[in-house]
């Protein structure tokens, strides 16, 4: 039987744009002992990938739409963020008092298109989310396998959900590993068909990690090890994210 | 830091109405080898504990309303199974086509008021949620404590969520800790104030879990061992569930 273990990779420095992110998590991890092997599964917070690749907006660079300015007035918000909110995303999901739920770019639906505010590294600055982050995740997983581990990657980010309080880790992009295991065709032990169909274990492991980052201490990855991964070469997010048509609650 | 292991309990018998489900579980840990300790955080899948509670439904004593048997005859579902799902629900969110979104009369929002077709030990017999799923595990932790451990207990259940596909399993019953981890008031390392302003830890910890269970695997009750969780002699899934009101999406 499965028998996981938890634990956060410390000591990597503030990541400025450039930097080899996974050779640094690598070495990280095995100067704090716990060197990365073969089916383990790297979580990487989106915000040091964002600072990695210069996903990084001056706010003195940004000249806001009519709509932006106006909308930020009345509910006292910065309409520079608010402009780059807006540049983030495809539709607007819901705009009720402040609050501003956005579909990405890239399909996902979170508040503000995950436009970052907090460590951004300084006053005047924001991070948006990787341009493409199930590319950046392969690009890591090769990265860690020429320093000699097949482990699947998997970037997250830290979502709200309709119905419930408190966020959740979830993932954004994924490499080498299905996200989905699915029972379908699958029979329990009286015979019926499972009513559980699919689990989407990249997001049961995004959060497993956040357990060991948390958000204050400056540990933006978890490793789990132990998990029977479904390896998927062509791994990819969008077949997380449900088509809009299908999509009872845009 | 935080490092996690997370393993499942194995061994469970069938369970049948009235029994002592948290002396089971403490029985098949320490079986295994794994006796639970101090600060282990119980997870235990909500199925096993509608078992031990009989909240079984024959579906031959249940008699359809003519709305669900309208209903259920377009879509081809067993008006029966349809008239428990209404009943156990106080509101319905959607209903569209052949999907029937409900909230619990406890609060939670997911497929079908919870109602398990599957597993539940024969033909022509549902299972609904527990009937107070947090005094249930308030139950288990004071058996636990009586047994000498002083664990944290979570009731698990395995919903769906919009936008994403996949399930994943969340918490519907908490006891002894604080399901949510709030960052209100902290600042990150620049100064900046959380833009993450609450983690719920409970539905993250349910999500962990899962990892180790499966649904296909006899697994009901998976352990996480060296969480830091917050004591709360007072905790209740209600801080969890957003209001009605608050809510962009019901």
Not at 59 to 67: G, K, R, Y
Not at 113 to 128: A, N, P, Y
Not at 173 to 178: E, F, K, L, S
């Amino acid at each position: 039987m499965a028998r996981l273990e938890v634990f956060g990779v410390e000591g990597l420095p503030e990541i400025t744009p450039g930097d080899d992110l996974a050779a640094m998590i690598h070495a990280a991890a095995a100067s704090q002992g716990d060197a990365l092997v073969d089916g383990d599964v790297v979580l990487v917070t989106s915000k040091i990938v964002s600072k990695a690749e210069g996903r990084i907006v001056e706010l003195v660079d940004v000249e806001p739409s009519e709509f932006a300015i106006r909308w930020s007035e009345k509910w006292e918000k910065d309409p520079r963020v608010t402009e780059v909110v807006l540049r983030e995303s495809k539709r607007i999901i819901r705009q009720i008092g402040p609050v501003l739920i956005t579909e990405t770019h890239h399909g996902f639906c979170c508040a503000n298109s995950g436009v970052d505010q907090s460590s951004s590294g300084g006053e005047g600055r924001i991070l948006t989310l990787p341009v493409d982050p199930d590319a950046t995740s392969r690009t890591h997983r090769s990265r860690f396998a020429e320093l000699g581990v097949d482990v699947a990657v998997i970037m997250t980010d830290t979502f709200g959900r309709p119905w419930r309080e408190g966020q959740t880790d979830v993932a954004i992009g994924i490499a080498g590993m299905n996200p989905l295991f699915s029972y379908i065709g699958q029979h329990d032990p009286h015979g019926h068909e499972f009513r559980v169909q699919e689990i989407c274990t990249a997001d049961e492991l995004a959060a497993a990690g956040e357990l060991v980052k948390g958000n204050t201490s400056r540990v933006p990855v978890a490793v789990v090890r132990g998990v029977d991964w479904e390896r998927d070469d062509e791994a990819t997010m969008s077949t997380v994210l449900r088509d809009a048509e299908r999509d009872l609650f845009r």
